[in-house]
């Protein structure tokens, strides 16, 4: 149980466009998903906290209306980089908790998202 | 300033050796401490996770030790493999917010 799954695994795209990245919870709904970025050799850093229904909240210097993200159901979130740049290039991961964290709110990751900007 | 200090930043050991990780936190108010295991170009997979009220944890050839009064975390593993190379990381769950807090990792090469 609490598996958490991510579309696409990698993705290479144009400068200019946009990609969307799929995080779905497999076996639980997940009250809560998280949004972080990776870069090589680097810990995980916290872009923005979605919940279902609402508005994601967003960290310190992410721009909101460069990485949009909605939550829309209680298995889906998204992630859709817009107008892509190279600088965007890095690994996307989601996680999140719901019925199945327990008393520990334990945030289950997925395998995370390559992205490429050409 | 909550942070999670992991030493040391890399490590490499022979296979079948036994090895320690180091885990220092700031953070505060603390809820649990969990580490981590993060293949490369894979998403972080949950070793043990532990309250301030728990001491010791085991999973399999994994075992953590938390102490809260010195913050200082550990992770043990033992009889290692080829396949335990990875970065481990040391996270911490901030009280306020539910937000983690991650340590850098520390680089585990095990060598044939």
Redesign the interface.
């Given at each position: 149980g609490a598996v958490?799954s991510?579309h696409p695994s990698r993705v290479i795209c144009k400068s200019g466009t946009s990609v969307k990245i799929e995080c779905r919870s497999l076996d639980f709904q997940a009250t809560?998903m998280?949004w972080y970025r990776q870069f090589p050799?680097?810990?995980?850093m916290?872009m923005a906290?979605s919940n279902e229904g609402s508005k994601a909240t967003y960290e310190q210097g992410v721009e909101k209306d460069k990485f949009l993200i909605n939550h829309a159901s209680l298995t889906l979130s998204t992630l859709t980089v817009t107008s892509a740049h190279p600088e965007d290039s890095s690994?996307y991961?989601c996680?999140a908790?719901g019925g199945a964290s327990g008393?520990?709110?334990?945030?289950?990751?997925?395998?995370?998202t390559?992205l490429t900007v050409l | 300033k909550n942070q999670v200090e992991q030493s040391p930043q890399s490590l490499i050991i022979l296979e079948g050796k036994n090895c320690t990780l180091q885990c220092n936190y700031t953070v505060s108010p603390f809820?649990?401490l969990?580490w981590?295991k993060q293949d490369t170009?894979?998403?972080?997979?949950?070793l043990t996770?532990m309250?301030f009220s728990e001491n010791t944890k085991s999973n399999g050839r994994y075992t953590a030790t938390l102490d809260a009064d010195t913050k200082q975390s550990s992770l043990h593993i033992t009889a290692s493999q080829l396949s335990d190379s990875a970065s481990y990381?040391c996270v911490v769950?901030y009280n306020q917010g539910?937000?983690?807090i991650?340590?850098?990792?520390t680089?585990l090469s095990v060598k044939p």
């Open positions: 958490v991510q809560t998280f050799k680097k810990s995980l916290l906290t690994f991961i996680s908790n008393r520990y709110n334990e945030q289950f990751f997925g395998p995370g390559r | 809820s649990n969990r981590y170009g894979r998403g972080p997979v949950s996770i309250t990381i769950l539910g937000k983690l991650f340590g850098q990792g680089e």
